[in-house]
């Protein structure tokens, strides 16, 4: 028997948290277990029924998501915990991480990239939303949030070092093949080999890689 992965939704809106729990619920790999509508509530529910993933809005009243993140991840390490913000909450977002969320999304996120954070956090990687902007990218950098603690850090080549760059300041694939002479097929089979080397899971998973262990500094995150 397949097992399912186990989440709680905490969000002080009930329509977001009916809307998210239902679109979760049609996946067959995982359960919803209980929806919170503040921190304290989702603290005592997390207690009481030890899931795998917990999905929590940032600002919620009695307790909010980083208070009751800080606390669940000191009581119960192994719950993975995903920051849901708005976009203008880069400092929430940061704070959220510190407290120890291992991704973050947008409210406005789409199903295909929920699905995916919650089985990246899951199999113990971070997540980054998609949209995350160059602004929060630094800020996460320049943070005491570190998704390499006690890991090795990974090596690259020099035209590995060359394509991380170039994604950096958002050329596209096309863009960079026609920059290094190669193949738009050979880029990507780079691209998906940094990634996996980085245990990220997108563009901007690497953008804050890359920023965090000096691979690229701010100054250079512009297209020349």
């Given at each position: 028997?397949?097992?399912?992965?186990?989440?709680?939704?905490?969000?002080?809106?009930?329509?977001?948290?009916?809307?998210?729990?239902?679109?979760?619920?049609?996946?067959?790999?995982?359960?919803?277990?209980?929806?919170?509508?503040?921190?304290?509530?989702?603290?005592?529910?997390?207690?009481?029924?030890?899931?795998?993933?917990?999905?929590?809005?940032?600002?919620?009243?009695v307790?909010?998501?980083?208070?009751?993140?800080?606390?669940?991840?000191?009581?119960?390490?192994?719950?993975?915990?995903?920051?849901?913000?708005?976009?203008?909450?880069?400092?929430?977002?940061?704070?959220?991480?510190?407290?120890?969320?291992?991704?973050y999304?947008?409210?406005?996120?789409?199903?295909?990239?929920?699905?995916?954070?919650?089985?990246?956090v899951?199999?113990?990687?971070?997540?980054?939303?998609?949209?995350?902007?160059?602004?929060?990218?630094?800020?996460?950098?320049?943070?005491?949030f570190?998704?390499?603690?006690?890991?090795?850090?990974?090596?690259?080549?020099?035209?590995?070092?060359?394509?991380?760059?170039?994604?950096?300041?958002?050329?596209?694939?096309?863009?960079?093949?026609?920059?290094?002479?190669?193949?738009?097929?050979?880029?990507?089979?780079?691209?998906?080999?940094?990634?996996e080397?980085?245990?990220?899971?997108?563009?901007?998973?690497?953008?804050?890689?890359?920023?965090?262990?000096?691979?690229?500094?701010?100054?250079?995150?512009?297209?020349?």
């Open positions: 028997m397949e097992t399912k992965i186990r989440i709680i939704i905490a969000d002080d809106h009930e329509i977001f948290r009916d809307g998210l729990s239902m679109m979760l619920g049609k996946s067959t790999y995982l359960s919803v277990l209980a929806q919170a509508e503040n921190g304290r509530e989702l603290l005592e529910l997390v207690t009481n029924l030890q899931p795998d993933v917990v999905l929590t809005d940032i600002k919620m009243p307790m909010d998501g980083i208070e009751a993140a800080r606390k669940i991840t000191t009581a119960f390490p192994e719950i993975k915990i995903i920051a849901l913000s708005m976009f203008d909450e880069d400092h929430l977002v940061v704070d959220m991480l510190e407290a120890g969320a291992k991704g999304l947008v409210k406005n996120a789409g199903k295909t990239e929920i699905l995916e954070a919650i089985n990246a899951y199999a113990n990687n971070t997540y980054y939303c998609r949209q995350t902007t160059n602004k929060l990218a630094g800020m996460i950098a320049k943070s005491r570190d998704q390499n603690q006690k890991k090795d850090l990974a090596t690259f080549s020099d035209k590995e070092l060359e394509i991380i760059r170039l994604i950096c300041v958002q050329l596209t694939t096309h863009e960079i093949s026609e920059r290094v002479f190669l193949s738009t097929r050979t880029i990507e089979g780079y691209r998906l080999k940094i990634l080397k980085m245990k990220v899971k997108n563009s901007a998973g690497l953008v804050i890689y890359a920023l965090k262990h000096g691979l690229i500094s701010e100054k250079d995150m512009v297209i020349s």
